[in-house]
């Protein structure tokens, strides 16, 4: 067994291909605290760009230094601000790119809602231990929210959150993907949550100047 494990590693080190993926699912954030009773009136147009949110996360010490994590929250991110927002606005269309101020009237809408995923750091440990090794994770998300309205911007403002998880490192590291995976979905509810707030409590957003 110990055989097995030394010439997988040697073999991932000569190839430097052996990628564990970190892809969280969809966590949209529904506890979104708000000064207001009930949603934002009427209807808004969403654009989300998670493009950013992508980074390859390898270890921060000599063990399981052969691997790399690819963390990959693009699609999660635009999911689960999707399905956040939709619970705090009374109507929204998705659009695939912003757009104008003179567009909104037109299409009958209060105001252009931009969310960016501004950047992402993670931080990956391997953690020995007496009988098996355990990974130790942190992930931390910056995103962005603005809203345009039809005379001009209403809101505009950048939050972070982060999230930690442990796992065992598994029998070749693998168990850092699963770490990686709980701590971007922990950063990414507490993110969602704040571009939330931001949104739903925006006294200008609600008046519509």
């Given at each position: ?139 931390e998300i ?60 925006s006294e ?6």
């Amino acid at each position: 067994m110990k055989f097995r494990t030394t010439l997988a590693l040697s073999l991932c080190a000569i190839i430097s291909a052996c990628q564990y993926k970190a892809e969280p699912l969809t966590v949209a954030t529904y506890n979104v605290y708000s000064s207001y009773d009930g949603k934002l009136p009427g209807k808004y147009l969403l654009f989300i760009d998670g493009g950013k949110l992508n980074k390859p996360i390898k270890p921060s010490d000599f063990n399981c230094a052969a691997y790399t994590f690819p963390l990959e929250l693009s699609n999660s991110f635009t999911g689960s601000v999707r399905q956040t927002f939709s619970n705090l606005v009374n109507e929204i269309e998705i659009v695939d790119q912003p757009v104008s101020r003179e567009q909104l009237k037109a299409r009958g809408a209060r105001g252009m809602i931009i969310v960016r995923g501004e950047d992402v750091n993670g931080r990956l440990r391997v953690v020995p231990g007496f009988w098996s090794a355990g990974m130790e994770t942190q992930v931390e998300i910056a995103a962005s929210v603005t809203v345009d309205g039809v005379n001009g911007r209403l809101l505009g403002t950048t939050v972070s959150g982060s999230g930690n998880a442990q796992s065992d490192a598994g029998v070749l590291c693998e168990g850092g993907a699963k770490s990686l995976t709980q701590s971007a979905e922990g950063a990414m509810k507490q993110t969602l949550g704040r571009l939330g707030e931001a949104l739903t409590n925006s006294e200008r957003v609600r008046k519509g100047s």
